[in-house]
Structure formats: C-alpha cells, structure tokens
C-alpha cells in the first residue's frame, strides 16, 4: 500500500491498525490523539481519509487471498517467486507481494530446486541436487553458497588449484545490492559487488531455473 505521507509520519499498517482499533474501542480515543498516534498534523479528513484508504487496502487483499486459495501456482508465479527470491527478497515479502502463504512460497523455492539462504549463524547448507555441479562457464550466471548471493564466473582457476582441492576452483563476481543515498556518489547505482574465489562445491548451478521463465541475466 502507497500512502502519501511525510518523512516524520507513521503510517505503517501496524501503526494504523492500531488506530483503527482505538476508534473503535468504547471510549473511542479522539480524532487528534489519533492523528498524534500516526505523527500527523491534526486534519480530520486526511485522517478518515488514510483510514478508509487503509480499510479498502485490506479489503482488496483478503479478496486476492481468497481467489488464490487452493489454486496452484502459475508459471508467472513461479517465476517471480524464483527471480525476487535469488535477488534477495524473503520468503515473507513475497508471499505478501504475490497474496499467498510463506509456505506456499517456500514450497514452491524447494520444489524447483532454488538454493537457501542461510540465517545469521546458520552453517553452510547443502544445495539442491539440481544445482551441484563442478563445471561452469565463463559468464554463467551462478549462485555463491559461501556468500548466499547470485554471482557470475569470471574464470576457472590453474589446474594446481584442482589438485590442492580435489575439484575445479573458480574466480567469480559475487553480485550486491547498493544501498541507495541521495547524497552519495553512488546514488542512482543499484547493483555493486566483488570477486572472490571459490571450489565448485560451493558454487551452485542455476541454469535448470530458466524453464520456470526465470531471466538469469537480470538476477
């Protein structure tokens, strides 16, 4: 939901839930402690106004909740959930996006083979036998197990690095999200990263993906 608000207001939809169920308690808090709650100047029709706003917002998604419940997944679907999911959304925010369960979503990243993203702390987890493979080529889009984030390979490494590890070692870019500041000279640039080198048992394969529709070249 996009409400036109300003930096200091608080119109999270936890916040304005909150208000909502103020009003509607008996006593009723007043209108201005309620615009004082959102951190908004007092103005009673803005105030009905964001709240009705908010009321229709949860309308439209019980319905789209509701017109999704029970129905398998689209390959639209599966695509996006694949595509936000290695760009590194979480499984939370995009089953609220698409109007469909987390675990719906999660069972959608295990059934087609997505590598997991670790939790902090979390030890290295094993990828998905769709994704385990020693050979890769120059410029594939891959998945770094190490650094749980999508990467490319640059280069395969000298053969002394095959015996030293017993399997094939990579140089690979490992793809980051920027931060974005107004009044950074990075600002306007999403996408950042660095090289790293890694054995193939780390690096995931995710060419089998782009049968769901998946577009590896914008991930």
């Known amino acids: ?14 916040n304005l839930q909150k208000v909502v169920d103020l009003l509607a308690r008996t006593p009723p808090v007043t209108k201005k402690e ?9 103005n009673t029709s803005r105030l009905t106004r964001l709240l009705e706003d908010f009321e229709s917002h949860k309308t439209y998604i019980a319905g789209r909740k509701a017109k999704n419940r029970g129905r398998p997944a689209s390959n639209l679907e599966i695509s996006e959930v694949v595509s936000y999911y290695l760009q590194g959304d979480t499984v939370a925010q995009i089953a609220k996006g698409l109007y469909r369960s987390p675990s719906f979503i999660k069972s959608i990243i ?5 590598p997991s993203r670790r939790t902090k702390g979390e030890p290295n987890t094993l990828l998905p036998e769709e994704c385990v493979a020693e050979d890769f080529e120059v410029g594939e889009r891959v998945w770094s197990a190490q650094y749980d984030a999508p990467a490319q390979i640059d280069k395969r490494l000298e053969d002394s ?19 974005q500041s107004n009044d950074s000279w990075i600002a306007g640039i999403e996408v950042g990263g660095f090289y790293a080198y890694q054995t193939a048992y780390e690096i995931g394969k995710l060419s089998h993906l782009e049968k769901y529709g998946v577009n ?4």
Do not use: W
């Open 34 to 42: 309620a615009c004082e709650i959102l951190n908004i100047a007092y």
């Open 161 to 179: 690095y095959t015996e030293k590890y017993d399997v094939p070692c990579y140089s690979i870019y490992v793809f980051q999200k920027v931060e």
């Open 110 to 114: 295990d059934r087609v083979g997505v």
């Open 1 to 14: 939901m996009k409400l036109k608000k300003r930096k200091h207001e608080n119109l999270s939809e936890t």
């Open 216 to 219: 590896l070249k914008e991930i």
